[in-house]
């Protein structure tokens, strides 16, 4: 019996889908936790273009501050570098650009929707991880049931087996007394259809 419900813990599927349900639900709710978390992002870029500039050259510098809010109270900062190489040449002279941007922010109050996000994900990770213990008990349920049932079944073989000993058993005999005329043919028949 314990070599049957550690094979059926080990290798059951209905266990390994639970299992990974509960993997799920635990990295869904980690996830869900990110957006309280700092964030920042960070972007560069080049273009080369042709220095068609009106007044003849250009140096460009650009920095700027931005701050957001959507119902939310969030902090953003944003710095921009643009830089030039060229000369006033003409229109054919080309020029590089390399713009860098690096974007930091943090959550700090959105009237407890984001934690609440949070806490719904947790709920449901410990909700799957229930579910995964009840699967494991249903499967340990299913095998004891089994298990007893196929005892029980080969006891009743054992037992249908001894009827047929004891019926071969009466048919030797009545073959005997039809044999010795102690008991008519039908005695015979009855103990084959036996």
Known sequence: FDEALRIARAT???LQVAHAQSEVADARAYES???????????ASYQRTTNNF?????SVGTN?????????????GTTT??????????????????????????????????????NAAKTTARSQSDNEARTAQQVSFNVRA????????????KV??????????HLVQ????????TQPEIALAQALTN
């Open 33 to 43: 936790r990110a957006a309280l978390l700092p964030q920042v992002n960070g972007t």
């Open 160 to 169: 249908a087996q001894d009827g047929l000993t004891n019926q071969e058993a």
């Open 146 to 157: 089994a298990y007893y049932n196929a005892a029980a079944t080969y006891a009743l073989v």
């Open 64 to 76: 700027t501050g931005t701050a957001t809010g959507t119902g939310t109270s969030t902090n953003t």
């Open 12 to 14: 059951h599927p209905q």
């Open 81 to 118: 570098s643009t830089g030039t190489t060229g000369s006033n040449h003409g229109s054919f002279d080309t020029s590089n650009y390399f713009q860098f941007r690096v974007t930091a922010s943090q959550l700090i109050y959105d009237f407890g929707q984001t934690t609440g996000k949070w």
């Open 174 to 181: 009545a073959q005997g007394f039809v044999r010795a005329g």
């Open 54 to 58: 009106p007044s003849g050259g250009s």
